[in-house]
């Protein structure tokens, strides 16, 4: 049984119950070094490598949605569950313990298993012979991410200085940016060019063209696993006093309640002023952004007749300029605001889902596919321009002995409400809707929705937020 402990306003609960010595990566380091720039450079560059092959296999398999489809003869809200739901069923069961392996294991180690993991999974997709199987090697893509982001952000927060780490964050959604950007403008061609190719027999097995992607893609993700594992791992930057270990005699009960996230649940509600909100904005964006991402090629086929190639040849150059210019605007407009208000990251956020919400709810009214794709990239610079401050915001009040695993819920609630976002648009397509040919009908009726709740919610996050901010500060944090 978990002890039971009382916590007062702005405590932090301990994740420890009695000193105890940690292993040498988990020292906390209190001489104010850190590591080289060459090797927090190295580590980011690795860390960004890894995120774009994630983020370049996502954006590849939404591009395969309407040959996935016609294969397996799939209604759009069975094709709206492979999409999402089915990549994040185990995502759900091992999510917040991965995160834990963050806090408490070399973080490259864990970054590296799991790309091994996923990779293994994409390829073991692409040799499917039925759409259950299919459904099967979707259903383990989760867990093995699950740990990719938690385990990233706290590394990178360990190896550049506080002043520095707004500028690590904002390189990291370069990884983003590739995977998306690229991922539409060669998974395109490279879609087409599947579709040449022979449904080819493998030791009895008939293997779709588009497959054999998957199984290419998976063996790349390899690559990046390697980059990881010659990382270095840096010291983490622990408060004096603190650890992210427990006592060898803690009880099982205690370590397996801090091992599944209890502890920092604790910590979550402790500040539940300000990370309610934000979590609750994160949820209903992300549905809408990972639906949008997954539908936006059968969207535009059936809405204005194009193909993956036309797509990617021209959503893809509008996408890496938006994001550049977001990932620039996010840094600008938020040292500006920084200048005047300490809730900056906060109050960004907010202002920069309003923009996104407008470009939502417009982008499937347009009357052309390069006005539409406009309007989509238009919306593409205010999402990514407002992901830096909402990631900065949470390591800046997350507790450091349990910064991995309070990410993780955090991120949770993206990634679970995201992998629903096919699913949403789907069923909305196929309930409400009713008609294939008006797949736009359900995108308007997802973004106009959810999209202004979430803009809502993060306003409501600032004032705590700013009050948070000041807590620490009056610390010396």
Partial sequence: MVPNTVLRD????????????ATPELIADTSGTWPSSGAAYYALFAIIFATFMTFFDQTVFGMLAQRIKVDFQLS?????FVGGPASIIFYVLVGIPMARLADIYPRKFVLAGGMVATSAVMMVGGLAQSFNQFIASRMFLGAGGSAH????????????????????FALLQLGFIGGTTIGVMWGGKLVMQSADWDDAPLLGMKVFGWQWLMVYMGGAGLVAAILLLLAKEPARKLPPGKTNTLPADAPVSRKIATFLGFDALKAIRARKAVFYPMFGALALAAIETFGL?????????????????????I????????????????GVFIEWLAKRYSDANVRGAAILFGGSTICAISSPLMPTGESSLAVMALGGVFGLAGAVPQNAAIQRIAPPEMRGQVTAFYLFMFTFFGAMGSQVVGSVAYRIVGNEAELWKALVITAAILLPIATLLMIRAIKPYREEVARLEAEGR
């Fill in 149 to 168: 982001a938690p385990a990233a952000y706290s590394q990178l927060a360990d190896a550049f200085p506080p002043r520095k780490i707004t500028r690590a």
């Fill in 10 to 21: 702005g405590e932090e609960p301990s994740m420890a119950l009695a000193p105890t010595p």
């Fill in 293 to 313: 991402a997954f539908w936006r090629v059968p969207f535009m086929v059936r809405s204005y007749g194009w193909n993956e190639a036309q797509i990617g040849a």
């Fill in 315 to 330: 959503m893809g150059p509008m996408m890496l300029v938006a994001n550049l210019i977001g990932i620039t605007l996010g």
């Fill in 76 to 80: 759009d809200e069975a094709l709206g």
